[in-house]
């Protein structure tokens, strides 16, 4: 398994066999064919994007307007691209295990378990750790800012910071595709399996440091988003004036404040089981893995309310704009949000009714757990009533929208059937959770946040993405995602059990065949969201939306030009309405000058945020190789860089107003040349960004 | 079965299901009282909770068709953002539904807990079992045998199991006969079961523990009484299980076929369990003599 | 803006009469930096949960609390500490009046002096357990010992290296407002530290005596 390493003080545990193609050559199957066909995607992937900003010239575009941005539109941006890249990983990797499964029944499949193993551990990672949390973190920090009126979050350096935590975590994953090995603890890394005594190679130490950076990243992004949505509000936005997407983005970051370290702790409690012998964990002297599963499931409950209620915040914002109408019961879900983010954190035992507690408490947390499904229910309904008096159009967001509307609630029956801890004795640890967490989380977070892109997009880049080819992913998804997990709820009713590599029942193939072809629509409905980028940066001059407002938008982030000046408001709003950019369309208000400019003060960029990112990975790395050396040296460079950071005087650049005034004005001229678009036209070059005011 | 008018919604679910081919698999084909009470309860939460979610399956599609864009001659009221009705409907519904779910919960997660002795005339048999890396010992301590993979018991008798495991966290569970019940390392859990008719069913690890955990599986015997009484006599001049084949048995392997042990050394459970406690686990148990490697 | 908002309290130093620029900015930078410390807390909490759990359930046939804590250098250490909170407040006072950096740099001093004294009596102690046979690999009471109170030590080791930084930016740029509203952030991390303590010896030493 471990074979013997190079040089153990230079390269720590590394080997000939850490290397990628090795097994490959040694012992070519289908088993090893997958696994050298994942290193190269990875490594060219690299490659071609070094090469692609080589023969571009692009280096020093991406270096200082990317890399070194404190600005949180770009950071948001990176952090969606990011998890972009990641989501066609796991994508991909899940194509594998629903293909290894089909194969897979009354014979070995073509993949040996140890690699299913690590399929489904970095599947799970990956989407949780470094899919939902960068996307929904990417879309709060492009559009809360210019929703409740601000130039930036409070604390830009720390944001840089979050996303270099974050992006140094996913390198790590994405190195462990390429050296040595992952994990095949599962998403959630339960001890003692991942302890040393069964799992001494270097996987589990890569999903440790992958999970912890990220973690750390994350409450960091929590304290800052909290603090910039309590302080930075612009003037007349008052708590109830706030759009719910802000509002969801304020209830996420409070519970990623307190939910994210009890994760922290329970990884770096482990890592001490691993590295230095401590016994939290162990079988033997005084460890106790129960004491990780309430650690991992006190930060695991929220973190499933973290990854949706932005999404929540999403479709509330797509029903009222694309049914041109108010939200329907606006406190409710204000409520409801906030009920959610409350009873999160009462809820986690039932990830483990089946441990021994006693029934009280198995009903208690049970009880709890359905209570959830009261405010989420409500949310439902809140919705629906939304379009209801309205003037529904159908475009890629509000189909998303819908989608997930009457898909999630099948997700909610199924949840309140696992609440119940009887029937949860009887499906624990089957497909039927495994369909279960899915019916939440793609409908949920997944279609939120595809949701957000198209609706976002235009705002992030100045012009639309294509929209038949949006429709084209939208159905893919939908029939996918239903044809992929449906199947997986019978065979859990089946008694089939999650995690399995084989099957010893014939009667589970026709089951697994069609949750197959759901994995290819699914891939397809991803490859057409690649197609569609491509159709859509190709067609950019007939699409563009100057104006910003491609979509009658009803909050802030509206008002101003399409991509935003890096200030985001030429003049601080004030609001005086919930639906603030609307009620300053209805009274004229909404392209005209102000009195008069003032300096703006923004951030200058930083290198220090992708130096940070840079040593957090090869600290990582080196912990996860033992290669002490670097360990020590990359430990103590990223706290200088902080320190030398503090060194630093002048951080802050001051845009005069003259240019502010101009840059304004140019764009105040250039709108007042556009004509108006009919909300039919929306999805046509008519549409340039200027919504038509129907007074 | 809780509630006498949704009867009717359990008898055609349970036709639905059968002709699915959930007809020998799982806790919807149970086989004994747990299992049974677990599909009822199942089935009847199903029910009660799409008293929640059927009236949007049925509004949306006529909501998205009454007020579509194109539809001009349908009421649209921008600004209408609250009824107290509907909103003491969207609230109150579900909670009356949540609070009897509720108290049902509390009911029937009592009736049900796996801790629970199964009311029977007939004397409880106690099986202590150990959760082995990739198999399943399963100690008879008042008949004083134990077999491997194999688990055979009298039908319509309550057996009440103790569990712990050698290695890492399982799960043991017989789906046709209902609950599981994790098995962990240093600890006893427990779980009482009762299949009402003789038959084989199989039952499984659930819980993740290294590459030959698909194959962690073994079959659970449901036999009439007698048929009980002349196996265990059977099992009687096997080899012995004592410390010395206990750890032979406990490294890492996969079983192709059960194994029965005779004479136990008693005690034995509950030695393995301090052995896990005091003992740190720096080596691996073996890995060494497999007699069928799991994959690869 | 107004008069009020400039006067209005923040939670940390108030230096709206003596520097109402600086207490003005510190307004949202100490509220994050309150938020920080909450999650910070909740870290602390997750550590003595485990420590309640493990040294009641985790010492398996090894020393109990009550066998190998003792409260001689703990009422030292905690008797440093609390004497440093005190004189980090005279810090602070000192600088409230911008005029006295000669007497904010004597007291940062002593301040460290004490801190130092704290870290190094319990580095003491820990070496102490470790060569009797008591290091945290011993059982999971004393590895969850050695974690929450290790981990307090680490802060206020970063605290110290926190205010040695500022003292050399004391020097570098003079009392400015970066300096100030930095040294109102350690301030409450020092005393936040400071009740963490209070937690640890009431819960782990006493308790474990008693």
Known sequence: ?695 | MNYPSARWVIVLATLFLASCGFSDHGFLAPAGPIAEAQRNHFLSITAWTLVVIVPLFVATPIVLWKYRFGKKDSTYRPNWTFSWILEGLIWGLPLIIVGVLGWNVWKVSHQLDPYTPIASDKPTLRIQVVGLDWKWLFIYPDQKIASVNQLVFPADRPVRFELTSETVMQAFMIPRLGSQIYAMPGMITQLNLLASEPGSYRGQNTQYNGKAFAKQKFTAKAVSEFTFEDWVNQQKSNPPLDISAYNKLARRSVLSEPVFFGNITPGLFQRIIERVKSTPAVELPGAVKQTSEGGS | ?210
């Not at chain 1, 992952?182 to 959630?188: D, H, L």
């Not at chain 3, 008591?134 to 205010?163: D, E, M, R």
Request: overall charge neutral.
């Open chain 1, 1 to 695: 398994m471990t074979g013997q390493p190079f040089d153990y003080f230079w390269l720590g545990k590394l080997s000939i066999d850490s290397l990628p193609f090795v097994e490959f050559i040694r012992d070519p199957n289908s088993n090893t064919a997958v696994g050298a066909f994942a290193k190269a995607a990875a490594i060219g992937g690299a490659m071609g994007l070094m090469v692609l900003l080589t023969v571009f010239g692009k280096w020093r575009v991406f270096w200082h307007e990317w890399l070194t941005s404190l600005d949180a539109k770009k950071i948001g941006i990176m952090y969606i691209v990011l998890a972009m890249v990641m989501l066609l990983r796991a994508v991909i990797e899940a194509g594998f295990m629903r293909a290894q499964q089909m194969l897979a029944v009354e014979q070995p499949g073509p993949l040996a378990p140890e690699h299913f193993g690590e399929l489904f551990s970095t599947h799970g990672t990956i989407m949780i750790f470094f899919m939902a949390m960068p996307f929904l973190i990417g879309i709060i920090n492009v559009v809360m800012p210019l929703q409740i009126g601000a130039r930036d979050v409070k604390f830009p350096l720390l944001n840089a910071i979050s996303l270099a935590l974050t992006a140094a975590g996913a390198v790590l994953i994405m190195i462990s595709l390429v050296i040595g090995k992952f994990s095949t603890g599962g998403w959630s890394g339960y001890p003692p399996f991942t302890e040393l005594a069964f799992n001494p190679g270097a996987g589990v130490d890569y999903w440790i440091w992958a999970v912890t950076l990220s973690s750390i990243g994350n409450t960091l992004t929590g304290i800052n988003f909290a603090v910039t949505i309590y302080k930075l509000r612009a003037p007349g936005m008052t708590w109830f004036r706030m759009p719910l997407f802000s509002w969801t983005a304020l209830c996420t970051s409070i519970i990623m404040i307190f939910a994210m370290m009890p994760l922290t702790v329970a990884t770096l409690m482990l890592a001490l089981d691993r590295y230095a012998g401590f016994h939290f964990f162990t079988n033997a002297l005084g460890g106790n893995m129960m004491n990780y599963t309430n650690l991992f499931w006190l930060f695991g409950h929220p973190e499933v309310y973290i990854v949706i209620l932005p999404a929540f915040g999403v479709f509330s914002e797509v029903f009222s704009t694309f049914s041109g109408k108010r939200l329907y019961g606006y406190h409710s879900l204000v409520f409801a949000t906030m009920a959610i983010a409350v009873l999160s954190f009462c809820v986690w035992l039932h990830h483990f009714f089946t441990m021994g507690e006693t029934a009280d408490l198995n009903a208690a947390f049970g009880i709890a757990t359905m209570l959830i499904g009261v405010p989420t229910g409500v949310k439902v309904y809140d919705w629906l009533l939304t379009m209801v008096r309205g003037r529904v159009r159908l475009t890629t967001a509000m189909l998303f929208s819908i989608m997930f509307m009457v898909t999630f609630v099948i997700g909610g029956l199924t949840g309140v059937i696992l609440a119940n801890p009887p029937v949860d004795f009887a499906v624990h640890n089957s497909l039927f959770l495994v369909a279960h967490f899915h019916n939440m989380l793609i409908p949920g977070t997944l279609f939120g946040m595809f949701a957000a892109y198209y609706v976002w997009f235009p705002k992030m880049f100045g012009f639309r993405l294509s929209e038949k080819w949006g429709r084209i992913s939208f159905w893919c998804w939908s029939f996918g995602f239903y044809l992929a997990f449906m199947p997986l709820y019978a065979l859990g009713l089946m008694g089939a059990m999650r995690r399995s590599a084989q099957w010893f029942d014939p009667q589970y193939l026709p089951w697994l065949v069609v949750a197959f072809c759901g994995a290819l629509l699914i891939l397809a409905g991803l490859a057409s969201q690649v197609v569609q980028l491509w159709v859509s940066i190709r067609d950019r001059d007939t699409t563009r939306v100057p104006g910003g407002d491609p979509w009658d938008g009803r909050s802030l982030e509206w008002s101003m030009s399409a991509p935003p000046p890096e200030y985001n408001f030429a003049v601080i709003p004030q609001v005086h309405d919930r639906d603030a950019f609307t009620w300053m369309k209805k009274n004229g208000t909404s392209y005209t000058a102000p009195e008069h400019y003032e300096d703006i003060k923004m951030p200058k960029n930083s290198i220090v945020a992708p130096v940070i990112c840079a040593l957090t990975a090869a600290l990582g790395f080196a912990l996860t190789w033992h290669i002490w050396w670097l360990t020590i040296a990359s430990f103590i460079a990223v706290w200088a860089t902080v320190i030398a950071r503090s060194f630093c005087q002048n951080t802050e650049e001051t845009i005069p107003a003259s240019q502010v005034r101009e840059e304004h004005e140019r764009w105040l001229r250039s709108v007042k040349a556009l004509k108006p678009a009919p909300r039919e036209h929306e999805t046509t070059s008519a549409n340039q960004g200027l919504a038509e005011v129907v007074v």
């Open chain 3, 1 to 210: 803006m107004n008069k009020i908002r400039k006067y209005s309290r923040h939670p940390g130093l108030n230096m709206g009469s003596t520097d109402p620029e600086t207490h003005e900015a510190a307004e949202t930078l100490l509220f994050g930096f309150w938020v920080f410390l909450m999650s910070d807390l909740v870290l602390f909490a997750l550590l003595f949960a485990d420590y309640a759990a493990q040294s009641q359930h985790g010492v398996a046939g090894g020393p109990t609390p009550g066998d190998i804590l003792d409260l001689k250098n703990p009422f030292i250490e905690t008797m440093l500490l609390l004497v440093s909170s005190f004189t980090f407040g005279l810090a602070a006072l000192a600088m409230k009046y911008r005029q006295d950096r000669t007497r904010l740099v004597f007291w940062l001093v002593v301040t460290f002096a004490l801190g130092a004294g704290f870290v190094g009596l319990e580095v003491y102690d820990f070496t102490d357990m470790i060569s009797k046979g008591h290091g945290p690999q011993t059982s999971g009471f004393l590895s969850a010992f050695f974690l929450l109170v290790g981990t307090h030590g680490i802060h206020v080791s970063s605290g110290l290296i926190w205010l040695l930084v500022l003292l050399v930016q004391v020097f570098v740029f003079g009392l400015n407002r970066n300096v100030k509203t930095r040294l109102m952030r350690l301030a409450i991390f020092w005393h936040m530290l400071d009740v963490v303590w209070i937690g640890i010896f009431t819960f782990v030493y006493l308790f474990g005596v008693a």
